[in-house]
């Protein structure tokens, strides 16, 4: 009888306690977010303020709208919108050819 009863403890001790876990329970695992998953993207504001027309354009990302426009932030949600081109002054880059002579007598 003594050695049913340290056989049952030996069972309950090593294979039975381990599986069941302990006694204050499992921490809950919340996995994060990774850094190179973008979930959204950023869109830039835009620059000038968008006409009824414009407004009815809606979109999320650049590749929604037609070739040339972009998908920005504005008053009245995400719209397609050509974006201003930087102006550029044409400035002739090239030295000058002409050559400033003097000749005294």
């Given at each position: 009888?003594?050695?049913?009863?340290?056989?049952?403890?030996?069972?309950y001790c090593l294979v039975i306690t381990p599986v069941t876990g302990s006694l204050?329970?499992?921490?809950?695992?919340?996995?994060?977010?990774?850094?190179?998953?973008?979930?959204?993207?950023?869109?830039?504001d835009c620059e000038k303020i968008p006409n009824i027309h414009e407004c009815r354009?809606?979109?999320?990302?650049?590749?929604?709208?037609?070739?040339?426009?972009?998908?920005?932030?504005?008053?009245?949600?995400?719209?397609?919108?050509?974006?201003?081109?930087?102006?550029?002054?044409?400035?002739?880059?090239?030295?000058?050819?002409?050559?400033?002579?003097?000749?005294?007598?």
């Open positions: 009888m003594k050695w049913l009863v340290l056989q049952l403890l030996t069972l204050r329970g499992k921490p809950i695992y919340i996995p994060e977010r990774r850094d190179f998953i973008v979930s959204k993207p950023i869109l830039r354009r809606y979109c999320n990302f650049d590749i929604e709208c037609n070739a040339g426009d972009y998908c920005c932030s504005s008053s009245c949600g995400n719209v397609c919108m050509k974006i201003a081109e930087p102006e550029t002054s044409i400035e002739n880059d090239n030295p000058s050819t002409t050559v400033a002579t003097m000749s005294f007598p």
